[in-house]
């Protein structure tokens, strides 16, 4: 039992075309690289913590803040009513619950190609180095086979299909 975790869905809006931030590392499981979301635990507040958060932080601290009061749970926006927070990918075999977080913003065409370059350069610490981002066009991301980036991406193209309710926090 390791407690609740989260994927992280990073949307970034430049001129009407969404893009989303994916992580691709080695998963010893299924013995080879994988595209996913960017993971990692909840903290006792529930806010997206770990590796892959740090590391977003750090690369783009002035641009992505992955704090609690910028992201929005998925979930909640399609939701009228409260749901569970978490969801389970498979009861029967995993008590793990995960939790799908949002953190969106606009962008300037410069801003995208800053965004883009932070993500791409290597990591500046030896302790994960198969751990790399990249940003790519959200009807390209759900081409993956990260279950959660497939859900995530569905709820996103959902709720601006339906005229992009600015619950969603934007950080400018």
Do not use: W
């Amino acid at each position: 039992v390791r407690g609740g975790s989260a994927a992280c869905l990073i949307a970034v809006n430049c001129e009407g075309v969404e893009y989303v931030v994916l992580c691709d590392q080695y998963r010893g499981a299924v013995g080879e690289v994988t595209t996913e979301l960017p993971g990692g635990m909840l903290d006792a507040t529930g806010a997206f913590r770990g590796y892959a958060a740090d590391l977003l932080t750090t690369k783009l601290p002035t641009t992505i803040n992955l704090t609690s009061q910028y992201t929005t749970d998925l979930l909640h926006l399609i939701h009228p009513t409260p749901i569970p927070t978490l969801t389970h990918p498979l009861p029967k075999s995993c008590d793990e619950g995960v939790r799908l977080i949002l953190f969106r913003r606009s962008a300037t065409p410069t801003e995208l190609a800053s965004i883009s370059s932070a993500l791409e350069a290597p990591p500046s610490t030896k302790s994960i180095p198969h751990m790399t981002f990249r940003l790519v066009k959200l009807e390209d991301a759900i081409q993956y086979s990260d279950a959660r980036l497939v859900a995530a991406c569905y709820l996103l193209k959902k709720i601006l299909a339906e005229g992009d309710p600015m619950t969603v926090k934007y950080e400018i």
